[in-house]
């Protein structure tokens, strides 16, 4: 932990003495000098080698001295100059999540730093040892030099010399190479207990005594099955080959000395600045320097990585878009900057990291002196992601090959089995079993016979008989007389057909994509008959199940509620817009400012370019009443407004995820000089947000009424900030967004202290059509035995609606919906035993023990009564429901008890259960449906 070291200070107690006053003096500009930063690649020393001690020594208790004293100088620094100083001890320990094997490094250090101290005291006690002493002392520091190897790789922006000790980008998924084909391909076939049994079999015949048979006969099939599935192997790694040659051949442009040029992917190292164009395909992770779009965002597919087909922007950092915008896009093609990131990792999302405009300095490999800009995710553009609505990109090249976040999550290719094969090789084993009985059986009863009547059949004698193994002669050939129970035509007989069905896959003209022209492609042989064994499909709703074109249906301002009708461009919405309603034009304006929507102008045509097609249609719906998104340059934005143009600056965007469930933007008005904050999200995430004197109810009326057309709903706030407010809270903000560990914990925290005490505006309702022939689909699955379910993170209305349009659930009156709700693992387990409890009331489900029970296809109106008095209001705080009318015994051993969501203790969770009971009996002719809240079910 400290700042530097008597290596690197330069020679003697002199240099150290000067560096610690230097790091004492300037805690903000403290050298980088003692922290040795490397890739998991290369050995990077400070100044790129090993430090010598060129003098003398000063007197060891002086150099303790200061090295405790710069020791307690980084124990009291502020968690600011933590950011600004970058302190690769204190920052790896505390994050302790790039290393998994830290804590056991760290115990070796403990023991290198005693067995210093120990060293050292020797030296006080015996000055003729100094010598020694100090060569031994050199060697510590040098040790502790190594220690730091791998914490930290730092990037030197075409500098090809510095980043030499980096891996190249060949990309490589084959599974086997010339030399390990062969025994691999041995060693995976004879993992199977059926091609083991052949090979013992075989081995059993090439004795003469045992079968009059050629062993060729055995032998011969034995080769051609394993022949077949090597050459079945074979052509699967061959095309895995193949798609390997074809990513590392491709060409892309890569600025090299100042000038662009066309290379290879392979031959792409740590520290190119590449060039990508719209629909290109990333062949490394690399961090944006700038693109085309004059305000940084840049957008990116990355269905190859996560699945999910919606664009996500990336943005250029401040100080280089300023700089670009300043002197050109030389600034980006010929950077010369360091970038400061972690090792390698499969933490797909996550990238703390810094990075300096500036180079390092002549000859050493250490990031700059000066304050870095602080990175994170959405300056990294993975590897094998699309570019998407964007001309241009350029980007710095931080991981590559294999090391890339899409490379360190892939592992290496495994050996897939189908379920046939795994059922024939247990079927295997139980054969043989039966097998080894019949012949410990039938042998010792051929042996009875062949010894008992050895004198009356002499012609049958045996010249083994005089051995020692002539009693295993019998049992022996038993056993291969009765191998024809594994046929061994078998396995040849599925790998062929393996190779078949491929093959009717690859050329099934219902499988044709016209859109795309793509056939379907199989990559792997060996399991294509696992598609017969299906018996769940998990689908994700949005883009899969609907086409992902949102269209703008309805919405609410207050209590006032807008029919779709009445959000035509000549509705009531829209003249009360133009009459100058507050409420409206409020309502307008965080639909167009609360985004990331950016207004472009291609081939005449006005275009909106944004990660999610919900942003679009919001912004499109305000335009049509009178609220234009007209411009978007960085930070600055331009409204019209009824013709009246409008200018704001954002200053702070708090962005949306899957986690946070709202996006929030805080804007300036340009003439007013007045902050807003406005906000978007999920009912529940807002609501709870208000302030105190906001009454949600009628909203949520509108609301629950749009969510039951299927419609997908989100929640308006806004509310005034000071600028003292605003001042005090961006400077903790500026502190989180540079931290190294924990970066968004710490954007949560702060995050939530500005989200708060908002005033409601409304909601809005936008509809996402389904696929084409997408309720026969799941009918044809369903008929064929599958079960289908569809996960989606809307609302539980907006969710039946959409599963009862998609024939997912059968909008029947012979049908019954069972609501399984709860927050934690006890309370959903709590509420499916109810129900299967019910269920045996109403012999549906056999109770154990009992035979199958009766299955009545209709329920009568008095069981449709009882199903649906079942449930009550509990446990309020989490919105979970139990069934009452049941008694449940709940196993408590199966239940995560490291739940944070749990209801507590067992003896809290029987006396709320028997407190319910008792209110139930009392209110049995008053029962009230199952309350549904904003939680998701």
Same mark, same amino acid.
């Given at each position: 932990k400290r700042a530097t070291t008597p290596a690197a200070a330069g020679g003697g107690g002199g240099g150290a003495a000067a560096a610690a006053a230097t790091a004492h003096k300037s805690p903000s500009s403290a050298s980088l000098t003692g922290n040795t930063y490397s890739s998991s690649s290369s050995d990077l020393r400070v100044g790129g080698q090993k430090k010598k001690k060129r003098g003398g020594r000063k007197k060891l208790k002086q150099q303790q001295q200061q090295q405790q004293t710069i020791e307690e100088h980084h124990r009291g620094r502020s968690d600011t100059d933590d950011i600004v100083d970058v302190k690769v001890d204190s920052e790896y320990e505390s994050s302790g999540s790039e290393d998994d094997g830290y804590r056991h490094h760290q115990q070796q250090q403990q023991q290198r730093r005693k067995k210093n101290r120990a060293t050292r005291e020797n030296v006080n006690n015996s000055s003729n040892n100094s010598k020694n002493n100090n060569n031994n002392d050199e060697e510590d520091d040098e040790e502790e030099l190594d220690e730091?190897?791998?914490?930290?790789?730092?990037?030197?922006?075409?500098?090809?010399?510095?980043?030499?000790?980096?891996?190249?980008?060949?990309?490589?998924?084959?599974?086997?190479?010339?030399?390990?084909?062969?025994?691999?391909?041995?060693?995976?076939?004879?993992?199977?207990?059926?091609?083991?049994?052949?090979?013992?079999?075989?081995?059993?015949?090439?004795?003469?005594?045992?079968?009059?048979v050629n062993p060729i006969t055995t032998w011969g099939p034995l080769l051609v099955i394993f022949s077949i599935t090597a050459v079945k192997e074979w052509m699967d790694d061959r095309a895995r080959g193949q798609e390997d040659r074809k990513a590392n051949e491709a060409m892309f442009d890569v600025s090299r000395n100042g000038a662009m040029m066309k290379i290879m992917s392979q031959d792409i190292r740590v520290g190119d600045i590449l060039r990508l164009e719209e629909g290109g395909q990333f062949p490394c992770d690399v961090v944006l320097l700038g693109s085309s779009s004059p305000d940084g965002?840049?957008? !990116? #597919?990355?269905?190859?990585?996560?699945?999910? =087909? @919606?664009?996500?922007?990336?943005?250029? &950092?401040?100080?280089?878009? /300023?700089?670009?915008?300043?002197?050109?896009?030389?600034?980006?093609s010929n950077f010369r900057g360091v970038v400061l990131c972690a090792p390698p990792n499969a933490s797909v999302y996550k990238f703390d990291s810094r990075m300096w405009l500036e180079p390092s300095p002549r000859g050493s490999l250490e990031p700059p002196t000066s304050d870095p800009i602080p990175l994170s995710g959405?300056?990294? !553009? #993975?590897?094998?992601?699309?570019?998407?609505? =964007? @001309?241009?990109?350029?980007?710095?090249? &931080?991981?590559?090959?294999? /090391?890339?976040?899409?490379?360190?999550?892939?592992?290496?290719t495994p050996t897939k089995y189908t379920k046939v094969d795994k059922f024939i090789n247990m079927i295997a084993i139980i054969i043989f079993i039966f097998q080894l009985v019949l012949v410990v059986v039938f042998g010792a009863i051929g042996n009875a016979l062949r010894f008992g009547d050895e004198e009356s059949m002499w012609y049958l004698a045996d010249p083994s008989d005089s051995e020692w193994y002539h009693k295993l002669v019998i049992p022996l050939r038993f056993l291969l007389l009765n191998s024809t129970m594994i046929p061994i035509s078998l396995k040849v007989t599925l790998d062929l057909c393996k190779?078949?069905?491929?093959?009717?896959?690859?050329?099934?003209?219902?499988?044709?994509?016209?859109?795309?022209?793509?056939?379907?492609?199989?990559?792997?042989?060996s399991i294509s008959e696992d598609l017969g064994q299906t018996q769940y499909i998990l689908s994700d709703k949005t883009g899969t199940l609907t086409q992902n074109t949102m269209e703008f249906s309805q919405c609410s301002v207050g209590d006032r509620s807008y029919s779709q009708n009445d959000c035509r461009e000549d509705g009531p919405l829209a003249r009360a817009i133009k009459n100058g309603s507050k409420a409206e034009i409020d309502m307008m304006r965080n639909f167009a400012l609360n985004n990331s929507v950016v207004p472009t102008v291609k081939?005449?045509?006005?275009?909106?370019?944004?990660?999610?097609?919900?942003?679009?249609?919001?912004?499109?719906?305000?335009?049509?009443?009178?609220v234009s998104l007209h411009k978007r340059d960085g930070p600055r934005v331009t409204l019209k407004i009824n013709g009246k143009v409008e200018k704001w600056r954002s200053h702070a965007v708090l962005e949306f995820s899957s986690t946070r469930k709202r996006m929030s933007v805080v804007v300036e008005n340009e003439e007013t000089k007045e902050l807003r904050l406005f906000i978007k999200g999920a009912d529940d995430k807002i609501i709870e947000r208000l302030a105190k004197s906001e009454d949600p109810k009628p909203m949520m009326v509108h609301l629950e009424a749009a969510a039951s057309l299927g419609l997908r709903t989100l929640v308006y706030a806004q509310r005034p900030l000071s600028r003292k407010e605003?001042?005090?809270?961006?400077?903790?903000?500026?502190?989180?967004?540079?931290?190294?560990?924990?970066?968004?914990?710490?954007?949560?925290?702060?995050?939530?202290?500005?989200?708060?005490?908002?005033?409601?505006?409304?909601?809005?309702?936008?509809?996402?059509?389904?696929?084409?022939?997408?309720?026969?689909?799941?009918?044809?699955?369903?008929?064929a035995g599958i079960k289908f379910w569809m996960l989606t993170g809307d609302k539980y209305s907006t969710a039946l609606q959409i599963a009862t349009s998609c024939?997912?659930?059968?909008?029947?009156?012979?049908?019954?919906?069972?609501s399984i709700e709860g927050t934690s693992k006890r309370a959903v387990k709590r509420s499916i035993a109810g129900h299967l409890q019910s269920l045996r009331e109403l012999k549906f489900v056999p109770k154990d023990g009992e035979e199958d029970a009766e299955q009545p296809t209709i329920l009568s109106p008095r069981q449709r009564r009882h199903l649906t008095r079942n449930g009550d209001e509990d446990d309020e705080s989490h919105g979970s429901v139990r069934l009452h009318q049941v008694s449940v015994d709940i196993n408590d051993g199966d239940s995560d008890s490291s739940d944070s969501d749990a209801d507590g203790d067992d003896e809290n969770e029987r006396k709320r259960s028997t407190r319910n009971k008792k209110k139930n009996k009392k209110n049995k002719k008053k029962r009230k449906q199952p309350r549904r809240n904003g939680h998701t079910n």
């Open positions: 730091h190897a791998g914490k930290y790789r730092v990037v030197h922006g075409g500098d090809p010399k510095k980043n030499s000790g980096f891996k190249d980008n060949r990309v490589k998924n084959t599974k086997y190479t010339a030399l390990n084909f062969v025994p691999k391909q041995l060693s995976e076939q004879f993992s199977l207990h059926m091609n083991r049994y052949f090979l013992l079999i075989a081995c059993l015949q090439l004795i003469s005594i045992l079968t009059p965002v840049v957008y !990116i #597919q990355t269905a190859n990585l996560d699945g999910e =087909t @919606d664009f996500k922007p990336r943005y250029v &950092v401040k100080p280089l878009l /300023e700089a670009t915008k300043e002197k050109g896009e030389d600034v980006v959405e300056q990294l !553009i #993975q590897q094998t992601t699309t570019l998407q609505n =964007t @001309d241009y990109v350029y980007g710095l090249a &931080v991981y590559t090959g294999m /090391e890339t976040k899409y490379g360190m999550n892939r592992g290496e190779i078949l069905y491929a093959k009717f896959i690859h050329v099934d003209v219902e499988l044709f994509d016209p859109v795309s022209g793509e056939r379907a492609y199989p990559k792997n042989t081939n005449g045509m006005r275009q909106f370019r944004a990660a999610s097609p919900d942003e679009v249609a919001l912004v499109k719906a305000a335009e049509r009443f009178g605003f001042d005090s809270w961006s400077g903790e903000l500026k502190e989180a967004q540079a931290a190294m560990e924990d970066r968004q914990g710490q954007l949560a925290r702060v995050y939530k202290l500005l989200e708060k005490n908002f005033v409601l505006q409304g909601s809005s309702a936008i509809e996402d059509k389904l696929q084409d022939q997408v309720p026969e689909t799941i009918q044809l699955l369903r008929d024939n997912l659930k059968a909008n029947s009156r012979n049908s019954h919906l069972f």
